[in-house]
């Protein structure tokens, strides 16, 4: 079946410009997280959606990350007035919520968002 | 909280050469552990977990891993490296309880030598 997809696959932005990345997760998929990775941090979490819950964003590095997922499926992290130190891709993974004890709980990944801010 | 370590930013092994990246994990109780393979310009993909069942788990492209709790170890080994597996391996841990958001290490790039 199809995979996680990620749009754009590339994007380049000018320094204060805001910007969008979709997610769009694995039907049936009851969890979503975003990842970011860069040279200088790795790969870091940023945000995760379960079902109705309210999101855990203890990952997000300031305020001008949000992001929302609407109707349990797709997902969009904005980035406001982003920075040069926000170049990075911006991965995506879903999975069925449960531990990855019974097979449930795997993070399958997306090919990831590659953002350039000049 | 959890951490992982991976020993060796680069590793370069000779085609048909045994394979061994080094994880180290830091954790109050036995943790869900993972090997992601990130292919050039590709996402993560999968390579093998341990979820406390068996401790030496078999996973895809002839990988394994053996999880040891009295070295807090998991290392990733392949008998007989190929040329199709130079990519960037990373270590991580999720938490069994919560959001099981993944912590990852720094990774390892691995190369083989024709």
């Known amino acids: 079946g199809a995979g996680v997809s990620q749009s754009p696959s590339n994007k380049v932005t000018e320094k204060g410009k805001d910007v969008e990345l979709r997610c769009d997760p694995i039907?049936?998929?009851?969890?979503l997280y975003w990842y970011r990775q860069s040279l200088g941090q790795g790969l870091e979490f940023l945000i995760y959606f379960q079902g109705n819950s309210a999101p855990d964003k203890s990952g997000l590095p300031s305020d001008r990350f949000s992001a929302e997922r609407t109707g349990g499926s797709v997902s969009t992290l904005t980035i406001q007035r982003t920075q040069q130190e926000d170049s990075a891709v911006y991965l995506c993974a879903s999975s069925l919520k449960g531990g990855p004890r019974d097979g449930r709980g795997t993070q399958y990944f997306g090919p990831g968002t590659r953002l350039l801010v000049l | 909280a959890q951490s992982v370590t991976q020993l060796g930013s680069h590793v370069s092994v000779s085609e048909g050469a045994l394979v061994l990246l080094r994880c180290n994990y830091s954790s109050s109780v036995p943790p869900y552990l993972f090997w992601y393979v990130q292919y050039p310009n590709q996402g993560l993909q999968l390579l093998l977990k341990y979820t406390s069942a068996a401790t030496l788990v078999k996973g895809i492209n002839g990988f394994e891993a053996e999880f040891k709790k009295s070295e807090t170890s998991f290392h990733l080994t392949k008998p007989s490296a190929h040329m199709s597996d130079a990519a960037e391996y990373f270590c991580?841990?999720?938490?069994?309880?919560?959001?099981?958001?993944?912590?990852f290490g720094t990774g390892t790039r691995l190369t083989i030598i024709p």
């Open positions: 039907s049936g998929h009851t969890a």
């Open positions: 991580a841990v999720s938490e069994i309880f919560g959001n099981e958001k993944l912590t």
